[in-house]
């Protein structure tokens, strides 16, 4: 079998507007590009763990799952949040009612995670020990009737034990965060009931604890279902652009009558009935046309498809997974393709039967990889990518179950 294109693997070469696949087929390293772009900065967790900012255009290698690093392409998002690292800014409210007191903020007194002495320290003094007795912190966003939301925060205890405090939106307060004395980033998703501005932070009341004593950073307000990467802000709204990496290969490295298409990725969300579009990465000619994709579909909970169509405009497969823990988890997907011969293994194992009707491709069409259907910007993929191989063959089952065990 020839491994005609790998990528990832914990091997990374990127620059501004270019990453690269490799082609080692009989010992001859061949760099392969894919065209990157994203019109705007964006943040990455780094191989030390902290949050670095990188250019427009930059691939961003996310190392926040382990040492190998995974490639983090998402969509367009904005903070709402005029100052997401400085609470002692005016445009954040400090307030109290009952007995409690007003929080007191001290700018950069600890290393956040980005590295800098830039995390802020909060003092919550609910001292009355009642429900009415309240300190809270907040800002006010407009916000639009029917539309999602995510709040998000880093939080670490500043003494040596944990503490909790309360997310609040609009006096709807979440259940108790458990904030320890490592860096963690908090989330809670939330509905807009009103086309209105909403006031949301954190919040202590006695019914929670008497104090809290807490360095805060990277507050982010974003409209969407799940959190993204961090977008920092410093007085106004930011808008993070969405990534885009296609075309990767050529017509030496694919073979049209038969072949292997292999991921270890993890999407960034389950899109089972979002109202999103299907996401894919595929093999193909720069068209939807004549493409043969991994899928994630609207219609499909926590399981994996892929299609083939050919220039006739014909679906010759399509083929699903079983339904397995979670689709935002890294997963090994492989399929094959050959006249009359189609499959598909998840994470060591085959799924469904081996389809045994349909055509491929003719002489000389695919040429290229991409995260998306084929064409660029339709239906991109989004989440996390740590590997992709395509072998010029179809793998025997043995093999497959090899390259997809995790």
């Keep these: ?45 780094n191989k030390d763990g902290l949050i670095k900012t990188v250019g427009s255009g930059e691939p961003r290698i996310d190392y926040k799952d382990d040492s190998n690093g995974a490639l983090l392409l998402e969509p367009t998002r904005t903070n709402l949040v005029t100052y997401s690292e400085e609470l002692d ?20 007194v600890a290393t956040s995670p980005d590295g800098t002495t830039n995390a802020d320290r909060v003092v919550f003094d609910a001292a009355g020990g009642t429900s009415s007795d309240q300190s809270f912190i907040r800002q006010s966003v407009s916000v639009t009737s029917g539309v999602n939301y995510i709040i998000s925060f880093y939080l670490k205890s500043n003494t040596a034990s944990s503490q909790q405090i309360l997310f609040v939106r609009d006096s709807a307060i979440s259940a108790a965060i458990t904030v320890t004395t490592s860096w963690t980033r908090f989330n809670l998703s939330f509905t807009a009931t009103s086309t209105a501005n909403t006031n949301w932070g954190l919040f202590l009341n006695g019914n ?15 409209i969407g279902s799940y959190a993204t990467s961090y977008i920092p802000t410093q007085g106004s709204a930011v808008t993070r ?3 885009s990496c ?30 999103l579009t299907d996401r894919g990465i595929s093999i193909n000619d720069g068209t939807n046309t004549n493409s043969a994709r991994i899928f ?20 010759q497969v399509f083929n699903t997974s079983t339904a397995f823990a979670d689709i935002t988890d890294f997963n090994k997907v492989a399929f094959t393709y050959k006249e009359n011969e189609f499959k598909i293994f998840l994470n060591g194992v ?14 000389g069409t695919l040429n290229g990889i991409s995260f ?14 740590k590997e992709v191989k395509y072998f010029n063959t179809a793998l025997t089952d043995q093999e497959l179950q090899a390259l997809t065990t995790i």
Excluded: H
């Design 296 to 315: 994630q579909a609207t219609s499909l909970n926590n399981r994996i498809a892929y299609d083939l169509d050919t220039s006739s405009g014909t679906n």
């Design 246 to 275: 296609v075309g990767a290969g050529n017509e030496q490295v694919f073979n049209d009558s038969e072949g292997t298409f292999f991921v270890n990725f993890a999407a960034d969300f389950n899109i089972y009935n979002s109202g």
């Design 241 to 243: 652009l969405a990534d």
């Design 208 to 222: 929670t604890s008497a104090s809290a004593d807490l360095l805060v950073y990277g507050a982010q307000l974003e």
């Design 89 to 108: 800014n005016a445009a954040w409210a400090k307030r109290s009612s009952g007995g409690g007191s007003v929080p007191i903020v001290t700018a950069d």
């Design 372 to 385: 998306d259907y084929g064409q660029e910007g339709n239906k991109p993929f989004f989440g996390r990518v």
């Design 1 to 45: 079998m020839a491994n005609t294109l790998k990528f990832g693997n914990g091997k990374w070469y990127g620059k501004k507007d270019t990453i690269l696949a490799y082609n080692d087929e009989n010992s001859n390293y061949k760099p392969l590009p894919f065209d990157f772009s994203r019109a705007s900065s964006a943040t990455v967790i």
């Design 350 to 363: 085959q799924q469904g039967s081996t389809d045994t009707n349909g055509s491929v491709f003719s002489n």
